[in-house]
């Protein structure tokens, strides 16, 4: 039964106060002269002693932070206005100028710093809080500080990082055996919270929650489901055909691969689409059945036809995969523990800290949890480093030609007005797609290889709960909904730091984290066009219709828990990402992008005295590969 929008909480106070934070911005921009824009939301320019991670409604790429770039690289537009010079206390050229004030810029601003004490340097970024993807979600309820996560969610697989990696988190004073205590490894377990599968009315014709998770997603120590496989099917509202084909899926064990020598299955899976291993070699042909697991690899950010099977088995725990002779195998050689309350946002935050210590007190890595950061202080005219939020960079070129100019001009739009500045240096720390509209300078090789790598438009939404009764009372702690608007929905990861406890009873509030991986509707078109339209589609939904889906859907999986969206929501915080996972090659579909021909080689290129560091460069959406690119990108430069 579909609830009212009042049933669903639509008419509160907190949805239409989230509704204009997320669109005043567009209705401001019309407003202004010229097509000029104004910052996000709520002002938080440089100077507002505004705190941006309070902020709820349409977050991530949020309005404000994104119509210049899409009317420079959509539109083409070239003309800004008059252009304002910067004059500002000592040279007025900078050291370095950064593009970009995610991991890889802001490591980038460190590696420098190291090198060059003294150093003055500017990092410029459209958006009104720092971090890029590794984005703090904060709420505030009944006088309790809630933190979670908008991003960058984990340090993943700590043991394999890079030198350089490793380097930077002791420059940091972090040490990852911290969250060997900060993690609960116990919380699900203890509570009695298990995985479930929830099927919705849409979809599936009525509301149905199925104590019985159709993925196995390994990251989490769930307790073990008190249905038996057989008896959790029969429970799903599938067809008879759908049901014996999944039950035989679900339960397939032994090798199923015996004309493939076990050495080389994993090169075999590879190379396989998910929907081919499914009909191949494990009988699938009921289309109820492929559906099911349509919307579910977020690994890939794919259609299962277009998605590595060998991935989305390994990390995404989609089944099929005992059934092989690599049976054990995984991308996981660590323990998914390694989460900061905020996830990498503080990581993010100690490179702000050590860069400039105005800006927020503290000295440790467990202090950073609920440090109090002045976002005043990020860019004062005696600071050395000096963060410039709401700031879209437009325009990069050499003061002269490539081998003889000293210095580079970078042009941003702030508040609908353009202002120029100059460096000796430039790292682009931002999306590899934007680069060619920026630097007009780039052979036409470079620019066809940074346009490339499409990037995976994800939503991460941030659902604070007054309590989770509901959870507790269902025995669950994740859930899938294949064919729902968000394909996962979990409880936070349970990490208490320095002061900050996490939720220890149901009757206390906590966070519920959603993700929906957007891929467009054709599943048969290829990777890089289910991103392109997926992409579309999120910049073109309105908060109100994301919200809706929100509390539908939680309202849908829980009701059974006795929870009411219209009471039990405090906040929610959607974190849309247009532009999110970097591209990750994959043999079937990308082979022959190898050694330095490979798009994200030939794009990362030097050009004259402009680098480029940032995780497309390297091709990964791991943060070490962020934080090895900035380390490369000033290596160039020093070395010049």
């Not at 991991?103 to 150093?119: M, N, Q």
């Not at 079937?588 to 497309?616: C, Q, T």
Request: glycine fraction near 10%.
């Amino acid at each position: 039964m579909k609830l009212s929008d009042k049933e669903l909480g639509m008419d509160r106070a907190i949805s239409r106060r989230d509704f204009l934070n997320g669109t005043a911005t567009i209705i401001a921009a019309v407003a202004l002269p010229g097509g000029a824009l104004a910052s996000g939301g709520e002002s938080a320019q440089a100077g507002d002693a505004g705190y941006p991670p309070l902020r709820t409604g349409l977050r991530g790429s949020h309005p404000g932070s994104y119509e210049v770039a899409h009317q420079l690289a959509r539109g083409g537009r070239q003309d800004w206005g008059p252009v304002q010079d910067v004059h500002e206390t000592g040279s007025d050229v900078y050291d370095l100028i950064i593009v970009g004030a995610g991991i890889s810029g802001l490591s980038a601003a460190h590696f420098y710093r190291k090198e060059h004490p003294d150093a003055r340097i500017l990092i410029l970024d459209n958006h009104d809080d720092f971090g890029g993807h590794a984005k703090r979600n904060e709420f505030e309820l009944d006088g309790r500080t809630i933190i979670s996560y908008g991003g960058a969610q984990s340090l993943e697989d700590p043991g394999s990082y890079s030198t350089v990696t490793k380097g930077l988190l002791g420059d940091l004073g972090v040490d990852t055996r911290r969250f060997e205590t900060a993690y609960d490894h116990e919380f699900y377990r203890r509570n009695g919270l298990t995985g479930a599968t929830y099927f919705d009315s849409d979809t599936f014709g009525s509301d149905r929650l199925v104590e019985y998770p159709l993925v196995e997603y390994s990251f989490l120590p769930l307790a073990a489901s008190a249905l038996g496989v057989g008896e959790a099917v029969s429970q799903m509202p599938l067809g008879e055909t759908a049901r014996r084909e999944l039950l035989q899926l679900l339960e397939a064990r032994g090798n199923r691969l015996t004309d493939i020598p076990e050495s080389e299955q994993a090169g075999y899976l590879r190379r396989l689409s998910y929907r081919e291993f499914l009909e191949r070699h494990m009988g699938v042909t009921d289309p109820e059945v492929f559906a099911l697991y349509q919307g579910l690899p977020a690994d890939s950010t794919a259609s299962i036809e277009a998605s590595s099977a060998l991935s989305v088995m390994s990390y995404n725990g989609l089944p099929g995969l005992r059934a092989t002779a690599i049976a054990d195998y995984t991308d996981d050689s660590e323990p998914y523990i390694f989460h900061f309350p905020d996830g990498n946002a503080s990581i993010a935050r100690l490179l702000v800290r050590k860069l400039i210590p105005r800006a927020a007190d503290g000295t440790t890595m467990d202090d950073i949890v609920l440090a109090k950061f002045d976002y005043s202080k990020l860019d004062e005219e005696d600071s050395s480093v000096r963060l410039r939020l709401n700031s879209t960079v437009v325009r990069l070129e050499h003061d002269g030609s490539l081998n003889d100019a000293e210095h580079v001009s970078a042009t941003y739009v702030n508040e609908g007005r353009a202002y120029r500045v100059r460096g000796k240096h430039c790292v682009m720390a931002g999306y590899n797609a934007m680069i060619p509209h920026m630097c007009p300078e780039l052979p036409a090789e470079q620019s066809e290889a940074l346009a490339f790598a499409i990037k995976a438009p994800i939503v991460y939404t941030s659902v604070l709960l007054r309590n989770w009764r509901a959870w507790k009372k269902l025995g669950i702690g994740f859930f899938a909904s294949p064919g729902a608007y968000y394909a996962v929905s979990m409880l936070d990861f349970p990490v208490s730091m320095s002061g900050y406890e996490f939720s220890a009873s149901p009757d206390e509030p906590i966070v519920v984290h959603m993700e929906r991986f957007a891929v467009g509707d054709d599943p048969n078109a290829t990777r890089r066009e289910q991103r392109l339209a997926g992409r579309r589609e999120l910049f073109a939904t309105s908060f109100e219709t994301l919200e809706r889906e929100t509390r539908r859907q939680l309202a849908g999986a829980l009701a059974g828990g006795g929870f009411d969206p219209a009471e039990d929501i405090a906040a929610i915080t959607v974190n849309r990402w247009g532009h999110g996972y970097s591209y990750r090659y994959q043999p079937r579909w990308d082979s022959g992008y190898e050694g330095d021909e490979a798009p994200h080689v030939v794009g990362r290129r030097r050009l004259g005295r402009i680098s480029i560091a940032n995780s497309d460069a390297g091709a990964s959406a791991i943060m070490g590969a962020a934080i090895n690119q900035a380390h490369r990108a000033i290596a160039e430069i020093d070395s010049s």
